[in-house]
């Protein structure tokens, strides 16, 4: 059994590795330094609470070593969509999210603990259920915020028990405001319970370390990240957002080209919408678009490629919505929507995001130089947009970074490992959530 040793390591941490420095050969620096795994020193078990929008997630990760030699290991990643709740509203509620996030994120922290088995560190104070006076304390906040989640704190026995976790990473922002407040009021009980340090995680920079992960490695198994070179680019594509970010270091992020409206998950979920698929859309466009190349269905009706001529890197794809809901208008003038026009429609749509991302980012790769190129976010789960991504870096000869499929969309697995770099940790009353929070901004 994996863990049959933590209670040892925990209170022995393992050797910490030497703290490589940069490259004396190349005069570009290692991507793992430069992201800070060479702030992580410890051996370190992490907790990470992601709620920024409809999916509860918890995971639970080992991290030890620092620069060249850090590594993680996954524990345990659990993740609770409410996909299916938001499907008849054609998006995320944020009303419902809030509620289904209170009332999910106990039972699956009791799931992720039992399925982890850590050892324990002891009990919160004997004798009081619950450790009353601590969930007293935080009721008003809890409560303003979720009942829900108050009530379920309070039947929570197994929290009496503290777990061997040093560290407790959890999203900030941007997302959802009364989403990630649930994450954050959760955590601030979870860190005055059992005593342990929080580090609030922006979002977007989960999805950037996410995307370092080896996608081969098993679950309980050591890894290294994945070997890339600084500085970097990363194109973040998810339902919330579109953003092309220069890396320099961790906490060092610059963000060089963004969306001025709609995000492009955001655009395949209406253009799905308007064609009478389920929501999330991206997998479901992306399905037909596949079957219209496959079956050589051509496109119905031109659809436009926004911002491609501009002359900066920014993105907007609510044109490209409104020209699928004229495109849809008008075929239903002739009667219900075929599945020749929705496929043909799809491909179209797909085909006119590819050339909009593979523009900018090509605008991006000639305007500054970088050595790797990271992509994050739901919409890489794409692999007609990442197989044509992961071309045009092998033009420039740098090396792209994909997430495998279960750290695509949101996880919390990518928040613990982004506690992992944290240098410093906030305490509970220290903590709130930023609804719209930047990359790169405090
Ligand atoms: P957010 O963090 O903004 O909630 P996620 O990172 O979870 O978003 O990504 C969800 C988005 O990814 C949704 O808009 C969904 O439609 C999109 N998506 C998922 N799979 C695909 C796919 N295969 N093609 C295009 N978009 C996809
Ligand atoms: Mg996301």
């Not at 324990?120 to 008003?140: D, M, N, Y």
């Not at 799809?346 to 995001?353: I, P, S, T």
Request: hydrophobic residues 40%.
């Amino acid at each position: 059994m994996i863990y049959a040793r933590l209670a040892q390591l925990v209170e022995h941490p393992l050797d910490v590795g030497r703290v490589t420095g940069s490259n004396p050969v190349s005069r570009t620096t290692s991507l793992l330094d430069k992201l800070g795994a060479s702030r992580c020193t410890h051996y370190m078990i992490i907790l990470g609470i992601e709620t920024s929008c409809d999916d509860t997630a918890l995971a639970l990760i080992e991290t030890r070593g620092s620069g060249e030699s850090f590594e993680c290991r996954v524990i345990n990643s659990l993740v609770h969509s409410q996909a299916d709740l938001h499907t008849t509203y054609g998006g995320v509620y944020p009303a419902l999210a809030k509620r289904e996030h209170g009332k999910n994120i106990i039972p699956l922290l009791k799931k992720l603990l039992e399925e982890s088995r850590l050892p324990l560190r002891g009990q919160t104070s004997e004798g009081k259920p619950l450790h009353e006076e601590i969930v007293e304390t935080f009721r008003a906040d809890v409560t303003s915020q979720n009942a829900e989640l108050f009530e379920a704190l309070v039947q929570a026995q197994f929290l009496k028990n503290i777990p061997s976790i040093d560290r407790i990473a959890v999203t900030e922002g941007p997302g959802l405001e009364p989403a990630l407040w649930v994450g954050i009021s959760f955590t601030r009980i979870l860190s005055a319970l059992w005593n342990i340090p929080v580090a609030p995680i922006n979002h977007m920079e989960g999805h950037i370390v996410g995307s370092l992960l080896n996608s081969e490695t098993p679950h309980g198994t050591w890894q290294k990240l994945q070997e890339s070179r600084f500085p970097a680019l990363a194109l973040l594509i998810s339902g919330g957002h579109t953003e092309l970010i220069h890396i320099q270091g961790i906490g060092n992020y610059s963000i060089i080209g963004q969306t001025k409206d709609d995000a492009v998950g955001e655009a395949f979920d209406k253009t799905a919408r308007l064609l009478g698929l389920p929501y999330p859309g991206g997998p479901h466009i992306s399905r037909l678009a596949q079957e219209a190349r496959e079956e050589n269905i051509p496109s119905p009706t031109p659809l436009p490629r926004p911002m491609i001529g501009s002359n900066d890197l920014n993105f907007s794809f609510s044109g490209l919505k409104t020209a699928v809901l004229y495109a849809v208008r008008k075929a239903e003038e002739t009667g219900p929507l075929t599945e020749q026009f929705k496929k043909g429609l799809a491909r179209e749509f797909e085909e006119a995001v590819r050339e909009t991302l593979i523009s900018k980012i090509k605008a991006a790769l000639d305007t500054i130089e970088v050595h790797t190129l990271i992509v994050g976010g739901g919409v890489s789960a794409n692999t007609y947009l990442t197989t044509h991504i992961s071309k045009l870096a092998e033009e420039y000869s740098i090396p792209v970074l994909l997430p495998s499929r279960h750290v695509s969309g949101d996880n919390a697995l990518m928040i613990a490992l982004a506690g992992a770099f944290q240098t410093t940790t906030k305490t509970p009353g220290e903590i709130r959530a930023h609804g719209t929070k930047k990359l790169g901004f405090n």
